[in-house]
């Protein structure tokens, strides 16, 4: 765990539009097993699409200094399982 009470933003996009994150269910989402703190729908990334953009604090992450990578996952409103891996650099 990382010892750190601070948020960490997280956006969903989603390509082509004109659905795209709107296609997921917000209640459904977690990042490293923690589920957000709220969400908005707002473009961005500034492509005229919008996205999902979602706060988790940081403790409730199953983070900790040796992590590399960090997994978004939810479910689209028809039930389908969506995820998404990236690379994470934790910073003591």
Known sequence: MI????????TVQ???????????DPETVSLASACPLR?????VDTDGDEDLLFH???QELSLDENSTE??????TYAGTDIWGTDTVNIVP
């Open 3 to 10: 010892d750190c009470d601070r948020e960490m933003p997280a």
């Open 14 to 24: 989603f390509h082509p539009a004109p659905h795209g994150a709107a296609l997921i």
């Open 39 to 43: 969400w908005t729908m707002e473009d």
């Open 56 to 58: 988790f604090k940081t």
């Open 70 to 75: 960090v997994t978004l996952e939810d479910l």
